[in-house]
């Protein structure tokens, strides 16, 4: 039981989708020319750790928040099946093993990345939920950085292929978390966060920021076709230009049927393109390198 709960602490689905994306980067740096199943393995590690460790201290400082929502009462730390003691020692473990992996793996500058997203994460975006909507925000910065810890982590560099994908995954992220908070907004709202961009809660304000910023992604997502990385990184081909298109008409009309119907149930549909959306573009780009290399 006590594995089952350290699990939990660590949210495994939403790490697993964060260290994804780290990886998908990592395999799109130019130097990284074959898969190499042991780096993978290994980034996924550290990336596990580190993102973990930022949901541990997430646990930990909202157990009294959490333990009010159904959603998260039975978290291991707010139901009480763990003291705060426990979850610190666990979160300040796995977040050390897992900067101190990805730097002494791939590079020292991954791995100041991969600090100061959990630094961002537990001790930035967490407190500030209570306090103003700007916590989406601040909470869009450690939620992109994986894009860029993978590819510098692949690149030995900062380069401008690392910095395209953290727009991806910046800009995505506001529509994604406004559906979400859109679709527990009596639990959020009850306890006191603040995570949708009008105070008044789900209102045709925060519909219209949602197909707004789901436009926004356009431009965003088409930037390798307009930088040079088709020709020196193989990043831009004819497959993912296709599938970002498809993508992104997909996540805009999900946008538009919220701001029109005002519903939930659309607001769910949202939340859950969104979790197809960004997966789909990442792999479309790396099957584009892959094709020509």
Same mark, same amino acid.
């Given at each position: 039981?006590?594995?089952?709960?350290?699990?939990?602490?660590?949210?495994?689905?939403?790490?697993?989708?964060?260290?994804?994306?780290?990886?998908?980067?990592?395999?799109?740096?130019?130097?990284?020319?074959?898969?190499?199943?042991?780096?993978?393995?290994?980034?996924?590690?550290?990336?596990?750790?580190?993102?973990?460790?930022?949901?541990?201290?997430?646990?930990?400082?909202?157990?009294?928040?959490?333990?009010?929502?159904?959603?998260?009462?039975?978290?291991?730390?707010?139901?009480?099946?763990?003291?705060?003691?426990?979850?610190?020692?666990?979160?300040?473990?796995?977040?050390?093993?897992?900067?101190?992996?990805?730097?002494?793996?791939?590079?020292?500058?991954?791995?100041?990345?991969?600090?100061?997203?959990?630094?961002?994460?537990?001790?930035?975006?967490?407190?500030?939920?209570?306090?103003?909507?700007?916590?989406?925000?601040?909470?869009?910065?450690?939620?992109?950085?994986?894009?860029? !810890?993978? &590819? =510098? +982590?692949?690149? @030995?560099?900062? $380069?401008? *292929?690392?910095?395209? #994908?953290?727009?991806? /995954?910046?800009?995505?992220?506001?529509?994604?978390?406004?559906? !979400?908070? &859109? =679709? +527990?907004?009596? @639990?959020?709202? $009850?306890? *006191?966060?603040?995570? #949708?961009?009008?105070? /008044?809660?789900?209102?045709?304000?925060?519909?219209?920021?949602?197909?707004?910023?789901?436009?926004?992604?356009?431009?965003?997502?088409?930037?390798?076709?307009?930088?040079?990385?088709?020709?020196?990184?193989?990043?831009?081909?004819?497959?993912?230009?296709?599938?970002?298109?498809?993508?992104?008409?997909?996540?805009?009309?999900?946008?538009?049927?919220?701001?029109?119907?005002?519903?939930?149930?659309?607001?769910?549909?949202?939340?859950?393109?969104?979790?197809?959306?960004?997966?789909?573009?990442?792999?479309?780009?790396?099957?584009?390198?892959?094709?020509?290399?």
């Amino acid at each position: 039981m006590k594995v089952k709960d350290y699990l939990m602490l660590m949210k495994p689905s939403l790490s697993i989708m964060v260290v994804f994306s780290s990886i998908i980067a990592y395999l799109l740096a130019p130097k990284v020319v074959e898969y190499n199943w042991l780096m993978i393995l290994l980034l996924f590690v550290s990336g596990g750790l580190i993102t973990g460790s930022a949901n541990a201290i997430n646990q930990v400082v909202e157990r009294d928040t959490d333990a009010k929502m159904k959603r998260t009462a039975q978290r291991p730390v707010a139901a009480g099946r763990m003291t705060p003691g426990e979850g610190w020692f666990f979160a300040i473990v796995t977040g050390i093993i897992g900067v101190v992996l990805l730097g002494y793996w791939f590079n020292w500058m991954a791995a100041s990345l991969g600090a100061f997203s959990l630094f961002l994460y537990a001790f930035i975006y967490t407190p500030l939920k209570k306090i103003n909507s700007i916590a989406v925000l601040m909470g869009a910065v450690p939620g992109a950085l994986p894009c860029l !810890i993978g &590819w =510098v +982590a692949g690149d @030995d560099q900062f $380069s401008l *292929g690392g910095w395209v #994908l953290f727009a991806f /995954q910046f800009f995505w992220q506001f529509p994604h978390f406004w559906a !979400i908070a &859109w =679709v +527990a907004h009596k @639990d959020y709202s $009850s306890v *006191g966060f603040k995570l #949708l961009p009008s105070e /008044q809660g789900p209102t045709r304000f925060t519909a219209l920021q949602t197909v707004l910023y789901s436009l926004l992604l356009v431009p965003v997502t088409l930037l390798p076709f307009f930088t040079g990385m088709s020709t020196y990184q193989g990043m831009a081909g004819k497959i993912s230009v296709a599938v970002v298109i498809f993508a992104n008409l997909f996540m805009i009309a999900r946008s538009v049927r919220l701001y029109q119907t005002m519903e939930v149930k659309a607001a769910r549909a949202v939340m859950f393109g969104s979790y197809m959306y960004l997966p789909l573009i990442l792999l479309a780009l790396l099957l584009s390198k892959t094709v020509q290399a």
